[in-house]
């Protein structure tokens, strides 16, 4: 991994991650419920915030794990 440079990985975790966080966040608000009947659902912005949560940790694997490659490498 080039200094700087993340792997696409993360962005293919991240991004679903965050979006997910925004919208149980707004969903917890009160804002986007009506976009569709099942976010009306009792508890669905839990599940959203529990769901961008998980994305993100996951995420972060495959970015420890070129930084590990790239400190295995230099040595």
Not at 33 to 39: N, R, Y
Request: proline share 5%.
């Amino acid at each position: 991994m080039a200094e700087g440079r993340v792997p696409w990985s993360v962005w293919a975790l991240g991004l679903p991650g965050v979006a997910c966080l925004l919208l149980g966040m707004g969903l917890l608000a009160g804002v986007g419920s009506g976009f569709h009947p099942l976010l009306q659902a009792s508890g669905a912005e839990l599940v959203l915030i529990v769901s961008g949560v998980a994305l993100l940790g996951t995420a972060g694997f495959p970015l420890v794990l070129a930084r590990l490659a790239d400190k295995d490498e230099a040595a």
